[in-house]
Structure formats: C-alpha cells, structure tokens
C-alpha cells in the first residue's frame, strides 16, 4: 500500500480542531453567497420590487452590514468571539428566511439592515474579522501569513463555486418544470440554512478561540472600557483604517461587475465569456495569495503589501490600453495573478500590531473602514462610464489611488516592527 505522508509544517498540521472547524464555517458561508449573489437581484425582481427600490435594498444592506459588524466585532473580545459568532449566523438566518417568506418591502428593508445578507458576494458580516482573530489565537504568529492565506483561498474558490453552483441548481429545477420564482427561493431558503448550519458548526468551538479576557476572569474589564474596544492601539489602528479605506475606495471604482460592464462596453464582450474572464481571475487571485507567505518570510509584511501592490496596480492601469480583447485579458489576468498577495498579508499585519484582547475590534474596525470606502466609489464609477470620453478612467484613478495607498503605507508603517 502507498502511504501519502503531509509534511509537519503543512497547512493542515499547523491548524488546531479549532482552526480547521473556521475553515470549514468560511468555505460554507462563502459557498452561499457566492450563489445568492446569482440570484439576489433577479429574485427581488420576480416578487414584484422595482429597481430603483432593489437598489435602495442593497445599499441599505451593504450600511446596516457595516454597523452591525462594528457593533459585534468591537464587544466580541469582551462577550466572547464564539458568542458573538453565534449571533452572526443567527442574523444571516433570519435575514434569509425574511426574504424567503415576504415580498413586503418594509420587511426586507429590516431584514437587510438587520441581517446579515451578501448582495454581490463578498465576505461581509461580523464573521471574517472575528475568524481571523481566533485563528490568530491558535496559531503561531511565524505561521499566520500562511494560515491567512490558505484562509482567503477557500473563501475566493469557495465564491466561485457557489457561484456556478447556484446558477446550475436553478437551470436544473427550471428543467424539471419548477418555476422561475420557486427556483430563486430555494437558493435563498439554502442561504437561510446555511446561516443555521454556521451557528451549530460554532457552537463546537473551543474556548481556546477567545480574548484573555474571555477566558480568564481574573483579569480585569476595565481593559475594555474603552471605545471600539481598543486602547493601546487605537492610534495605529485608526492610521491603519485611514490608508485601508482609501485603498478600498479606489477598489470600489474597478468593482467586478464594474469592469465586466466595461469589457462589454469597450469590446462588446457577451456575459457567457464575462462569466469565464472572472471566474478564472478569481481563482488566480486566490492562489497569488499563497505565495505571500513565503514573500513575507523573507522581505516583511509591509514591503511584500507594497512591493506586489505597487506592479498590481501598474497593471490596472494598463488595461484599457490595450488595442484589443485578448490583450486586455491577458494584462487583466495578469494583474489578478499578483492583486491578493496584500490580502492576507494585510490581516497578519494588522493582527502583530495590536495586543491579544483587540484582535476582533482591530479586525472589525478595519474590515468596516474597507466596506465604507468601498461602498462610496461606485457612484463615481457609474459616472464616469456615463460619459464615453471617461470611460477609461475609473482604471486610471484607481491604479493611481492605490499606488498611492501603497507609498502611504510604507511610509507611515515600516519602521512599525511586527510582533511574533
């Protein structure tokens, strides 16, 4: 019999049950947004709400996901990570099972607000700030670049798959004579149970994933006693969500589905090959990620953020100056292949530089200060692809932006040394 042995230093021996039961909870909950956001929009549509209505939906839900993360994110280090989870995916539940049951609007604008619902598919909620804090408890802080890594990995594959899965499930029941409305809600009753699946896979979590302070009663609360739940790096955390949300707001002018309208603008691209573009730009930008580790090991968090940023955003910019379809492409894939090098870099970073018992107001406040930046550009976007003299430019401003981020950054944070 052939024995296939994992070396000791691999992913999967460096997570604890723990860490292995958050990898699972991210892939499931990146599963279902990635196929609610297939259908989210179309839904709504089909029970009888208007766009301009669907709109005010999703912006609705995209500020009430930000102040309900920075709510939970900022007490968890105090109520307990576990506790705080649990109560996520108990708002993820009922927010689904509202849009499942109701086509009044009041109802779904709460629920929104409220809840926790996913309108394009990305990681929002309390969830990610409060996973990466205790997976920072329960790994080694040489190895949390890598775990960090891994982590967006499963999340970026997870989407992609969810995302494809959706629209075949639908397809599927359609072909069966199910019809078009009953095959939207059973996605979103699926999103629904997912959220009641996350609460009972976080229930099993261990009080090895807790602050110091939530373990331990000795020692005093008044640690706490301070806003957002920092105290000894509030500044830096503050510097921090300052340069973040400026990155995240020039990411809001090149949003996916701002560049897939693009490409069909500038090319005539059809959704079919849209659909292929991003699903492969999205599983090379999962796997830049792995390499950042290693980069990392050798050059520091900080210069491998900015050292591969910098080329990424060159490499945006170039896009619209390509004479044609195939190599715009080509330079966008090639931008993707290095643009999410930052990411987990970026999270081990933020998680050296603060004490234990602020890891999740840390994460959370920087998470919110990226959603924020990133909710307020799309509007600009639209404006510029409006006019076909600007079209282009949404590509410039935002590679410029972000170059200017990265400088930034370097400046103000390279002399900040990284706690093991």
Do not use: C
Request: proline fraction near 4%.
């Amino acid at each position: 019999m052939i024995s296939v042995s994992i070396p000791k230093n691999h992913i999967f021996h460096l997570l604890t049950d723990d860490g292995r039961l958050l990898f699972l909870t991210r892939m499931a909950r990146l599963f279902a947004y990635g196929s609610l956001a297939v259908v989210l929009v179309l839904y709504l549509s089909q029970i009888g709400v208007s766009q301009a209505k669907i709109g005010m939906l999703l912006t609705l839900a995209l500020l009430g996901d930000i102040l309900v993360s920075l709510w939970i994110t900022t007490i968890a280090d105090r109520v307990g990570r576990k506790r705080m989870l649990v109560a996520g995916a108990a708002l993820m539940l009922f927010a689904g099972i509202v849009f499942a049951f109701t086509a009044n609007y009041l109802l779904l604008v709460i629920a929104a607000i409220i809840g926790v619902i996913s309108p394009g598919g990305n990681d929002i909620g309390p969830f990610m700030p409060i996973e990466q804090a205790a997976l920072t408890q329960t790994v080694p802080g040489a190895q949390r670049t890598e775990v960090f890594a891994w982590y967006n990995l499963a999340g970026s594959l997870s989407t992609a798959i969810g995302a494809l899965a959706g629209g075949v499930i639908i397809q599927l029941l359609i072909g069966e004579g199910v019809t078009t409305l009953t095959s939207y809600r059973v996605i979103v009753l699926a999103y629904a149970a997912t959220g009641l699946m996350l609460g009972l896979l976080y229930m099993r979590l261990s009080q090895a994933v807790e602050s110091p302070v939530a373990r331990d009663s000795s020692i005093s609360p008044e640690l706490f006693a301070t806003r957002f739940g920092l105290h000894r790096s509030k500044e830096v955390v503050l510097k921090l969500s300052v340069l973040f949300a400026l990155d995240a707001f020039a990411g809001g002018l090149v949003l996916q589905s701002i560049m897939a309208y693009w490409f069909h603008l500038r090319f005539g691209v059809e959704p079919a090959l849209l659909g292929t573009i991003f699903f492969g730009a999205n599983t090379l930008a999962g796997l830049s990620a792995l390499a950042a580790s290693r980069i990392a090991s050798r050059i520091g968090l900080i210069n491998t953020m900015v050292f591969t940023h910098i080329p990424s955003n060159l490499l945006l910019m170039l896009v619209p100056l390509m004479p044609n379809l195939p190599w715009a492409i080509t330079v966008l894939l090639l931008r993707f292949s290095i643009s999410q090098m930052d990411v987990p870099t970026r999270q081990s970073y933020t998680m050296s530089v603060v004490s234990p018992d602020e890891f999740s107001a840390a994460a959370g406040i920087t998470v919110v200060a990226r959603s924020t930046g990133a909710a307020l550009s799309p509007i600009l976007a639209g404006l510029l692809l409006a006019n076909p003299l600007l079209l282009n430019v949404p590509f410039f401003l935002a590679g410029s932006l972000k170059i200017v981020y990265d400088l930034l950054l370097f400046k103000n944070f390279r002399a900040i040394r990284e706690n093991r």
